[in-house]
């Protein structure tokens, strides 16, 4: 099917009902005038849809907000920055209550209405006074541009925010699809560290989205790594609210699959941007695996090389040592046969039938100077295939994880 979105402004508002805002709270430690708190809602009744994080310890919000998705209309999304309020027992589970009933008291909503995320340091306390004391200063500045506040509000490591917007024919009317995100560190498959807020004016289903969504996240948050590690508070949400007055999205439309590819296109387009905003990464790698048997053995090894520390500190060093991409497929547990697999590098082929190729070594170097480069390992052994988005691994990422 033939692409008929294109990009927009406006990030999370430019679906017609929705609007955002964000404050300094002081949730952050120190003398920083950074804004720590945000909030979207939408002005109409919407469905939700959503995936958590994978990891067994999951943050109170993140428990909050699996509860409270099971309500048929979810109207308001709440994040704060600078406190990940996990690892905080029973204390920890009632102060995100306690922010979705803020939120909710100030809008005449239900607290169930309100979804919560939270982003920072594990295993401290949430000043929640601080954030219940910011919420009237923080509806009355919602706003249908403050997408890009919103979107800055949820920073921590993030050297610059994340947004994007697309507008697609549907029915005959224009459907938007919009979002922000925030990550740049702990970032590896199965969501990690990252906190992703969709919204649409589409009308369809809350299960519909759902799938939809699961899908989405499974073809572009699912699809990256920076360092292997992942968080305790990954969230990804959608909203819906079905202000485009348009039929609604079904499975057996062809507008589904148009609805889909845009939000596949946002998704993509945000993983990417966090990605590139790796904690002093020099590099952007795609790592394409094709030929494979299955999908799985695909993904295997494409995971493998793309968080190998040893392939990614060669990355850094501008080193096409191949050698050490051919180890890390060969212990991805992928089926593979070592004389058919050929490896190259922006398409100069670097191994051929599982040996070094004729291809000066020059030649490689000068991929690696670019600072963004595809590796492509070809298994030859059927017709699956999989792709990971990755860095280097830096002396600047090392410093910047050693703490306080």
Not at 146 to 160: C, E, L, N, P, R
Not at 252 to 267: H, K, P
């Amino acid at each position: 099917m033939e692409s008929t979105y294109f990009e927009i402004g406006g990030g999370v508002t430019a679906p017609k009902g929705f609007r955002a805002a964000a404050v300094r709270c002081g949730i952050k430690e120190g003398t920083s005038e950074k804004c720590d708190l945000g909030l979207i809602i939408s002005d109409y009744p919407a469905v939700a849809a959503a995936t958590f994080t994978s990891n067994k310890i999951k943050a109170a919000p993140v428990r909050v907000s699996a509860a409270h998705l099971r309500a048929a209309d979810t109207r308001a999304i709440i994040a704060n920055s600078g406190n990940a309020n996990a690892c905080t027992g029973s204390t920890g589970i009632q102060n995100a209550k306690k922010m979705a009933q803020a939120v909710a008291r100030q809008l005449a909503l239900r607290d169930r209405q309100v979804l919560v995320c939270s982003t920072g340091r594990i295993g401290r306390h949430l000043p929640i006074e601080k954030i219940e004391s910011a919420m009237p200063e923080l509806v009355a500045g919602l706003s249908a541009s403050g997408s890009v506040d919103a979107a800055k509000a949820i920073m921590t490591s993030d050297t610059f925010h994340k947004e994007i917007a697309v507008e697609l024919p549907v029915h005959g009317k224009s459907v938007r699809i919009g979002g922000i995100a925030k990550g740049a560190g702990m970032i590896n498959p199965n969501m990690a560290t990252m906190l992703c807020f969709l919204t649409t004016d589409a009308v369809i289903s809350k299960r519909d989205l759902q799938k939809i969504t699961s899908d989405s996240v499974e073809q572009s948050f699912n699809c990256i790594t920076i360092d292997g590690d992942m968080s305790t508070n990954d969230t990804a949400i959608c909203l819906a609210n079905g202000q485009a007055g348009i039929a609604p999205i079904e499975q057996d439309m062809e507008e589904y699959g148009r609805f889909s590819d845009g939000l596949n296109f946002v998704t993509r387009q945000l993983a990417r941007m966090m990605v590139e905003d790796g904690e002093g990464v020099t590099k952007f790698v795609e790592v394409h695996v094709k030929g494979a048997s299955t999908y799985q053995d695909a993904r295997k090894a494409a995971e493998a090389v793309a968080n190998s520390t040893l392939v990614k500190c060669a990355w850094f060093g501008e080193d096409p040592n191949w050698g050490r991409v051919m180890d890390a497929v060969g212990y991805s547990s992928a089926k593979v046969r070592e004389e058919m697999i050929d490896i190259f590098f922006n398409g100069a082929i670097a191994v051929q039938h599982g040996m070094a190729s004729s291809t000066p070594q020059e030649t490689l170097k000068e991929v690696l100077r670019n600072k963004k480069f595809t590796v492509t390992i070809d298994l030859h052994l059927g017709s699956a295939e999989y792709k990971v988005f990755t860095t280097d691994l830096t002396p600047e990422y090392v410093k910047f994880n050693m703490g306080e």
